[in-house]
């Protein structure tokens, strides 16, 4: 029998696939043809089953899915470090919505994506989660790169910049969804702010819409003890009451943060189907509280991970919350077994995947996916002895260490460099903006 023409194989010392979990292929090869995964096997089969167009050997190297940032600004890139060291409200009311109300349009929104974009595929994200105005022009900066992109449809009471009224929020972020709703790269979900943000109707209709439209709706969610005190005060209720009551919990919701859980909120969550998005880092820059981690896993909630936006962490880097992720779970629950590395993978891939409801294109190295796949490299010293390359992966390894990334079989990091994107040129985009914003 003649071989089969690919156009990919990629051969790897190690293969870590997401699934199953914990799972390691060792001298394994991934067989890739138009944008998607056609086998993981043997190099040996490989060799005689494939004539690939082009052929990767990776003799350091661990093949990993394409990781999932779940919750994002990343316009606010620019704004990384604009305002440090500050409790959340602080940095809200008197930094950031100062800065956006001189400074947000089309331009900013741009410049400040392609810089996200960027940054995250060098650090082998390839598919992310967004929350900001002008979702179009995220949406154009992650198509241009190539990326996988969720982007939010945003909802507040209040006017901006990109709508005036949560009317015209709804109004034009149902145009956003209907004009990238057949996009190869480009999904869409409902992104409200917070509990505190959003008026009772407005969150009815949101309800409906996203039932008729079957799509995510991705919010900020008892993220600080401040917005539990003020939303008892204000409805007599804990916000995750309020959105049980408004139909709001339910698969589609992705419930970002989360420090603020009470343990009987969890049975809640897990019988609702909900998706919690962890975001560690963040948190614990903002003192915001602790995501019971732990505790979700054992009930079963399904729970990825974010970075939240680089102005409140200050990098879009994957690879940290994972090693945050893991290390914080362990110290909130008092047991060194909680979120073991596997697991901590698994939230940054296809947990993240369930919860946009993309797991069954993305998320984890299995036939029939699209190839959106990373090569970290485990062949410096500061990798040396690989003994457990989960191990390496979540707890020595760093995102300098990606060489290679591909989004649905297009490579668009080859050897550290962006293969889609003008470095010089948005680097130097962010640097004018670094000097408007000081003015």
Not at 39 to 62: G, N, S, V
Not at 170 to 185: M, S
Not at 422 to 431: K, L, P, S
């Amino acid at each position: 029998m003649n071989p089969q023409s690919i156009d990919t194989l990629i051969e790897a010392r190690w293969i870590i696939p997401a699934e199953p979990t914990g799972l390691v292929y060792t001298d394994h090869a991934l067989a890739i043809d138009a944008g998607r995964i056609v086998a993981l096997l043997t190099q040996a089969e490989a060799t005689t089953r494939f004539a690939p167009r082009q052929r990767l050997a990776l003799a350091e190297h661990a093949l990993i899915p394409g990781l999932i940032n779940a919750h994002t600004h990343a316009a606010m890139t620019l704004l990384r470090g604009y305002a440090d060291d500050l409790p959340l409200m602080e940095w809200l009311r008197d930094h950031v919505w100062p800065a956006e109300a001189r400074h947000l349009g089309p331009d900013f929104v741009r410049d400040g994506s392609r810089l996200a974009v960027a940054e995250m595929l060098r650090g082998g994200v390839t598919c992310f989660n967004d929350m900001y105005f002008f979702p179009e022009e995220t949406a154009q900066a992650a198509i241009e790169a190539g990326m996988r992109a969720v982007i939010g449809l945003i909802l507040l009471e209040f006017p901006t910049a990109w709508a005036a009224s949560a009317e015209d929020y709804l109004r034009r972020g149902i145009e956003v969804h209907d004009r990238y709703r057949h996009h190869p790269l480009v999904r869409t979900a409902f992104a409200p702010h917070a509990p505190y943000t959003v008026a009772d109707e407005s969150f009815r209709r949101l309800a409906i819409y996203a039932g008729e439209l079957n799509i995510p709706v991705h919010m900020h969610v008892h993220e600080t003890a401040d917005e539990i005190k003020r939303s008892l005060a204000t409805s007599g209720e804990r916000p995750l009451q309020r959105l049980d009551r408004l139909g709001l919990l339910s698969s589609q919701l992705l419930a970002v943060h989360m420090t603020q859980i009470e343990a009987n909120e969890i049975p809640l969550l897990a019988a609702r189907g909900v998706h919690v998005v962890h975001c560690p880092e963040s948190n614990l820059k903002l003192a915001s509280g602790y995501c019971p981690i732990a505790a979700l896993q054992r009930a079963a909630v399904n729970t990825a991970l974010g970075t939240d936006g680089a102005a409140s962490n200050n990098d879009l880097d994957m690879f940290g919350e994972m090693r945050t992720a893991a290390l914080l779970a362990k110290a909130v629950a008092g047991d060194a077994t909680a979120l073991p590395a596997a697991a901590a993978l698994c939230m940054a891939t296809i947990n993240g995947a369930r919860a946009l409801g993309i797991d069954d294109v993305t998320g984890s190295l299995v036939p029939g996916k699209q190839a959106d796949v990373v090569a970290v490299d485990f062949g410096g010293i500061e990798s040396q002895p690989v003994h457990d390359p989960l191990s390496q992966l979540v707890y020595a390894s760093g995102r300098q260490q990606v060489r290679h990334v591909w989004v649905a079989g297009r490579q668009v990091v080859e050897s550290g460099r962006l293969t889609t994107l003008d470095g010089v040129e948005i680097t130097q985009a962010a640097r004018t903006w670094r000097d408007r914003l000081r003015h």
